[in-house]
């Protein structure tokens, strides 16, 4: 508060406002919201207005995740929608078969609909991520993530996307997809960076428009559910893609000219063409959470803006604003929230704001408002009489999931998006010879999906997940084949028969939210290894094309330095046969489809973009550019630099600012870990190497007698509240010899403490065991401040070894919260 109070002396009005967080609508563009209000629709919404009773108003206003509610609660509180988030699914299975979407379709709808209460029963809403195409479901269409699609430069093409996805939802019964994501990301640090089409703001709002249309179809279109559409949401309003540092869920200190220039570039050409919703952003402007931000949500998206549709907050994002809790949040409402994504947490924020409607300390007025642009969009739909959604067209169709027609326009735009940025002259690759391809993610689908693909993070799935789709490997082989050659797969590119050439596939592994924040634009240290691949293969005098498997552009000088050529696939999703299409030539050595492909962001030079950029947004090759001329670009040493914060203990030793620790009864009886063999505890406990992933890469702790823990600290307290909201786990790898005697797995802040009992059965191998960090707070633990986020202790003789400790989600045994 302090800061703001010398802003009132230093700074002038305009500047001061902004500073605090407020915008000046005045200063925004304004539009017309384009969609007609269609008379009958407004008849029929004042009727159901005069009718409602305020359990059935509010109940509008609040939508609940597939994790957390039954079709009886939807009947019981009248909620106006739900939402299947990235780790939910029909019947707790986040990878249930498409029917089973359906039935719980008809389902939430017929509950939704009963009105054997007395009610007025209105249809609910079903949202989900369908972010590149109906990415929650086996054997969908997978598209390339946006910054792919960025790279494409192909409004046309974007359309038809829209309009496949669309078709691809409305099959398994949903009507609403959180989807376009127009980012405008300007640091790629930032772990979504991916979700957004590009840095630049004119080519995300090139996109958007087209991406709207091919969703909803034009924007007078009525009764969208009696034709092949959804309802978008354009996310994440506003600078999602905005914050300093890049920091997920952060806070953006740019002026209000940037904000208004840059990232609210993208919402104009939405709101010109219909768009029914737009989400809020989890992040901040000047301090202020957008969630609460009354200027900017209704000042300048509602009012100036003329945004017509309605407004969704995201997961919990109400519980971050000033003066908010989770359960509580009644500033979000009068900022300009129509309706509140409270996945776990629907029964107290419906709860809370009844009792506020009631008390009359929120205006009737404002829910009036809420709900009528609720049921203006669910008229819209057409969701009043479209019967239940197996009745509905194209429900049921499982053959249009992964259509033939709705892949060739995936691999396309795979083809499309591909981005050249070195060639000494060795591609076109001919198909005649034989080929070997290497690397660590040439034959995984799941990887060249990236995040939010049936799982939240992208993690926890393999080949089989995907039936129909193509990895990189197999449309390689498939093109090298049908020119008359042979391909191998041999990820650590060994052979046996001497290759003609290789293609090195590196890059990224899938991430999220959370997941992806990197300190520094490089691979993780242990994605690297490819990098001696392309060397050792260059060694033996075989031509070796590097091709990168990524989010965003990252530092890769070894792997440009080292090989042939170097092209950039992004997350091409379900499609990798479209790589081949523009590598692999045809017999006569021509190209079938040249490079197309153009940077959607700078490239850089080293880590950090401010350093330099290497290939600016808009470099791309083609086959008829003119040879280069190579010279070798500068290597660091990035192993210290990269690496995921997330990561605390691994490779037997803690992560940079971290200290592990065995202590016993009393403070005193404290040993720090540095090196092994180590004893502790006055010789109870003794700490030696065990093998885990690599040589030593793990620690064991021997515990002969008596009380003990193994604690990982680190120097600052560590704030995982943001974490802790989002599903996210404390993961623990161990092997055990010796289960220890009532063992208890918790987090330790400054006066804070939260513990839950650890079932760790004797065990011949490494299991990653996972705790939800919802656990240690419900049990007591302050999640915005822990000094030991780790601790094990036991209370008797024990024997086990750690392998890693870190957050995520892909544990392979979930512990039940005690
Ligand atoms: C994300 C949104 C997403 C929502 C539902 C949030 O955490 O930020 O982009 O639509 O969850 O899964
Ligand atoms: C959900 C995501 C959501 C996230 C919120 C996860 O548990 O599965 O859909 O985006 O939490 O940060």
Redesign the pocket.
């Known amino acids: 508060m302090t800061q703001s109070a010398d802003a009132t002396i230093e700074q002038p009005a305009v500047a001061l406002a902004s500073a605090q967080g407020m915008a000046n609508p005045d200063i925004w563009p304004a539009y017309d919201y384009p969609v007609p209000l269609q008379p009958d629709d407004e008849a029929r919404i004042a009727g159901l207005l005069a009718a409602m009773t305020i359990e059935e108003k509010v109940g509008q206003l609040v939508q609940a995740d597939l994790c957390c509610v039954t079709p009886e609660d939807v009947k019981t509180y009248n909620l106006g929608s739900i ?1 299947v ?2 780790n939910s699914g029909p019947n707790g299975n986040d990878l249930s078969p498409a029917p089973d979407w359906l039935a719980a379709a008809d389902e939430f709808y017929l509950s939704s609909v009963d009105t054997s209460d007395g009610g007025v029963g209105i249809p609910l809403v079903w949202g989900t ?1 369908a972010v590149h195409g109906h990415s929650n479901i086996i054997g969908a269409t997978l598209f390339p993530h946006n910054i792919g699609l960025g790279a494409m430069r192909d409004v046309a093409l974007i359309e038809k996307i829209g309009a496949i996805t669309a078709k691809e939802i409305r099959v398994t019964g949903q009507e609403w997809t ?1 989807a376009p ?1 127009v980012a405008v990301p300007q640091d790629f640090r930032w772990g979504r960076a991916y979700e957004g089409y590009s840095s630049d703001p004119d080519l995300v709002a090139s996109y958007v428009g087209a991406m709207v249309r091919g969703l909803q179809g034009p924007p007078g279109n009525d009764d969208l559910l009696s034709g092949p559409y959804v309802i978008a949401s354009t ?2 309003f506003l600078a999602d893609g905005g914050t300093d540092n890049g920091v997920d869920q952060g806070d953006s200190s740019i002026s209000e000219e940037d904000l208004r220039d840059i990232h609210g570039k993208p919402y104009g050409p939405a709101i010109a063409e219909g768009v029914s919703t737009v ?1 809020i952003s ?1 992040s901040s402007w000047h301090g202020k959470k957008m969630t609460g931000n009354k200027s900017l949500v209704t000042g300048v998206l509602k009012d100036r803006m003329d945004f017509g549709g309605f407004v969704v907050s ?2 919990n994002a109400h519980g971050q604003v000033a003066g908010c809790t989770n359960e509580s949040c009644p500033q979000a409402l009068m900022a300009g929230i129509d309706m509140y ?1 409270a996945p776990d947490t629907w029964k107290p924020v419906y709860e809370d704001l009844l009792a506020r409607a009631k008390a009359g300390t929120i205006p009737m007025a404002r829910i009036d408002d809420a709900v009528t642009k609720i049921l203006r969009v669910k008229g819209r739909l057409g969701l009043f009489d479209a019967g239940k959604p197996s009745d509905r067209p194209l429900s049921g169709q499982y053959e249009l999931l992964g259509a033939p027609e709705h892949r060739a326009v995936a691999r396309e735009a795979v083809r499309k998006s591909l981005v050249l940025l070195k060639n000494e002259g060795i591609l076109p690759i001919a198909p005649g010879g034989r080929l070997l391809v290497a690397g660590d993610g040439a034959d995984d689908i799941a990887r060249q999906s990236g995040g939010w693909t049936l799982t939240w993070q992208g993690t926890g799935v393999d080949n089989s997940h995907f039936p129909g789709a193509t990895s990189i490997w197999d449309g390689l082989k498939q093109a090298v084949e049908a020119g008359g050659g042979s391909a191998v797969h041999s990820p650590d590119g060994s052979f046996t028969q001497r290759p003609d050439a290789a293609v090195v596939v590196f890059g990224e592994t899938p991430y999220a ?1 959370f997941q992806g924040d990197r300190a520094a634009l490089a691979l993780d240290p242990e994605l690297t290894k490819p990098y001696d691949t392309i060397r050792e293969l260059k060694a033996k005098g075989i031509p070796v094309v590097a091709l990168m498997v990524t989010g965003r552009p990252l530092y890769t000088n070894p792997a440009l330095n080292a090989a042939d050529a170097f092209a950039v696939a992004w997350l091409p999703g379900s499609e990798g046969g479209g790589i081949a299409d523009v590598l692999i030539g045809d017999t006569s050595g021509n190209a079938r489809y040249d490079f197309a492909g153009k940077l959607p962001a700078d490239w850089p030079r080293t880590t950090l973009l401010s350093e330099g950029v290497l290939y600016p947004y808009g470099y791309g090759l083609d086959y008829s550019s003119p040879a280069q001329g190579w010279a070798a670009l500068p290597e660091l040493d990035t192993e210290a630099l990269a690496g995921d914060s997330r990561l605390w203990f691994s490779a037997g030793a803690p992560a940079a600012r971290w200290s592990l620790l065995v202590t016993g009864e009393t403070t005193g009886e404290q040993t720090r870990i540095t090196t092994v063999p180590a004893e502790a505890l006055g010789g109870r406990a003794r700490i030696t190497a065990e093998n885990y992933l690599v040589q030593e890469g793990a620690r064991r702790f021997t515990i002969a007698s008596g009380n003990a823990s193994v604690q990982l600290r680190n120097f600052e307290p560590v704030n995982i509240d943001r974490e802790t909201n ?1 599903d996210i786990m404390l993961l623990v790898t161990a092997k055990v010899w010796e289960s220890p005697t009532s063992a208890r797995l918790g987090a330790i802040g400054e006066g804070s403490r939260g513990f839950t009992a650890f079932d760790m059965p004797q065990n011949d191998e490494f299991v990653r065991y996972g705790i939800p960090l919802k656990c240690l707070r419900s049990n007591g633990a302050d999640v915005t401040s822990l000094t030991q986020p780790f601790v094990l202790e036991t209370s008797g003789p024990t024997d086990f070894a750690l392998g890693e400790v870190r957050l995520g989600t892909d544990a392979q045994q979930i512990l039940p919260c005690s």
């Open positions: 939402l988030g990235g991520d959180f994501t996310k994440h989400m989890f995201d997961w994504m939210e989002a």
